[in-house]
């Protein structure tokens, strides 16, 4: 004959608790790791973006006479989207004139876009072929 339980506690043991925690911290741990590379890649992206909308100002005022010199860096164009500073060092601009080159530092060689440029007749302060530059010309 069972002798029936009065005192019965009904509820979460200390343990089980434990590993709830244990298995929301490891599966939010994930998450964060997995942003950082989204916003990487988010930023690469402006960073190219910037450049097309430098090469359509350009493109526009060449009309006008020639390509302008950039120098410095007027504060109505782009600022660099990880560091917003006014020195721009993720942007380099040079032109001769009749023509120009644009660059920019990615953070990840893995986020350069198709095509862009190699090699010009002015020579930018950052590395043109090198993997984590992009660059573009007219």
């Given at each position: 004959?069972?002798?029936?339980?009065?005192?019965?506690?009904?509820?979460?043991?200390?343990?089980?608790?434990?590993?709830?925690?244990?298995?929301?911290?490891?599966?939010?741990?994930?998450?964060?790791?997995?942003?950082?590379?989204?916003?990487?890649?988010?930023?690469?992206?402006?960073?190219v973006a910037d450049?097309?909308?430098?090469?359509?100002?350009?493109?526009?005022?060449?009309?006008?006479?020639?390509?302008?010199?950039?120098?410095?860096?007027?504060?109505?164009?782009?600022?660099?989207?990880?560091?917003?500073?006014?020195?721009?060092?993720?942007?380099?601009?040079?032109?001769?004139?009749?023509?120009?080159?644009?660059?920019?530092?990615?953070?990840?060689?893995?986020?350069?876009?198709?095509?862009?440029?190699?090699?010009?007749?002015c020579t930018l302060?950052?590395?043109?072929?090198?993997?984590?530059?992009?660059?573009?010309?007219?």
């Amino acid at each position: 004959m069972k002798i029936p339980m009065k005192n019965k506690q009904s509820g979460f043991t200390l343990i089980e608790m434990l590993v709830v925690v244990a298995i929301i911290g490891l599966l939010s741990s994930v998450v964060v790791i997995g942003v950082g590379g989204a916003r990487q890649k988010a930023r690469d992206t402006k960073r190219v973006a910037d450049l097309r909308q430098i090469q359509t100002y350009l493109e526009a005022n060449y009309a006008v006479g020639g390509y302008p010199v950039l120098s410095p860096w007027p504060s109505m164009l782009p600022r660099d989207p990880s560091t917003g500073t006014e020195t721009n060092p993720g942007y380099a601009y040079c032109t001769s004139g009749q023509t120009y080159t644009i660059g920019t530092d990615l953070e990840d060689a893995a986020n350069k876009p198709n095509g862009g440029a190699t090699a010009s007749t002015c020579t930018l302060s950052m590395n043109c072929s090198s993997a984590d530059i992009y660059c573009v010309t007219p």
